[in-house]
C-alpha cells in the first residue's frame, strides 16, 4: 500500500503569508497527486490535479509542484477564505490514498 | 451543472448493513466512473472502491473487500453502496465523487456527505 504523509499537521498563519504544505510518497506516484481544500462540514474542493494544474476557477494564488515522491502545495498570499485543511490525494485506477491533512490556521 | 445528491443520514446497529445512495445529474452519467470514500472523525479519508456507471465493472479497496458492494443504476443515474456487517469504527461521513477521467486523475464533484452512525 502506498503511504501519504503531509508536513505540518497543523499551520498557523496570517493573512497575506506565503505558506507550503509538504505531501511525500512512500514510493513513486509520478505526478499522480491532487491537493483538495475541505471547511467544516463540506465536501473536499479539488485545488490542484496532476501535481501541478490549476483546477477551473481556483484563484492563481494557488500552486502546485513536485513529481515523483514530493510534493508542495503553495499558497502565495494566504485570504481569509484559505483557512481550512488540505489533503493531498495519491490517485490511480487500482488504488487511492490520502494525506492525514494540514490545518490551516489564523495566527 | 454537475450535481451528485447523496440520501440521507443513517444510524444502525452493530451488524446490520447500510445503502446510500448517490444520484448524479448534469452530465453523461455512463461516461464518468464513481468513487465512494469515508472519513471518520478524527481520520484520514479512505477510499472504498469505484465503478464504471456505464458497465457496472467495481474496483474495491483490499480493506473492505467482500463487505463493500458498489452498483448503479443507469435509468435513475444513481450509484449505491452498501456495507455490511457494520462495527462502530464504520461511523463516518460516507461521500461520493466523480472520477475527473484521464485529463484530471482526481475526483472534480463530491457529494454533500452521508454520516453513518453505527451504535447499539
Known amino acids: 500500500d502506498i503511504q501519504m504523509t503531509q508536513s505540518p499537521s497543523t499551520l498557523s498563519a496570517s493573512v497575506g503569508d506565503r505558506v507550503t504544505i509538504t505531501c511525500r510518497a512512500s514510493?513513486?506516484?509520478?505526478?499522480?497527486l491532487a491537493w483538495y481544500q475541505q471547511k467544516p462540514g463540506k465536501a473536499p474542493k479539488v485545488l490542484i490535479y496532476k501535481a501541478s494544474s490549476l483546477q477551473s476557477g481556483v484563484p492563481s494564488r494557488f500552486s502546485g509542484s513536485g513529481s515523483g515522491t514530493e510534493f508542495t502545495l503553495t499558497i502565495s498570499s494566504l485570504q481569509p477564505d484559505d483557512f481550512a485543511t488540505y489533503y493531498c490525494q495519491q490517485y490511480n485506477s487500482y488504488s487511492v490514498h490520502f494525506g492525514q491533512g494540514t490545518k490551516l490556521e489564523i495566527k | 451543472q454537475v450535481q451528485l445528491v447523496q440520501s440521507g443520514a443513517e444510524v444502525k446497529k452493530p451488524g446490520a448493513s447500510v445503502k446510500v445512495s448517490c444520484k448524479a445529474s448534469?452530465?453523461?452519467?455512463?461516461?464518468?466512473?464513481i468513487h465512494w470514500v469515508r472519513q471518520a472523525p478524527g481520520q484520514r479519508f479512505e477510499w472504498l472502491g469505484w465503478i464504471n456507471a456505464g458497465n457496472g465493472y467495481t474496483k474495491y479497496s483490499q480493506k473492505f473487500q467482500g463487505r463493500v458492494t458498489i452498483t448503479s443504476d443507469t435509468s435513475a443515474t444513481t450509484v449505491y453502496m452498501e456495507l455490511s456487517s457494520l462495527r462502530s469504527e464504520d461511523t463516518a461521513v460516507y461521500y461520493c465523487?466523480?472520477?475527473?477521467?484521464?485529463?484530471?486523475?482526481?475526483?472534480?464533484?463530491w457529494g454533500q456527505g452521508t454520516l453513518v452512525t453505527v451504535s447499539s
Open positions: 465523487a466523480r472520477d475527473g477521467g484521464w485529463e484530471l486523475l482526481c475526483f472534480d464533484y
Open positions: 514510493q513513486s506516484i509520478n505526478r499522480w
Open positions: 448534469g452530465y453523461n452519467f455512463t461516461n464518468s466512473p
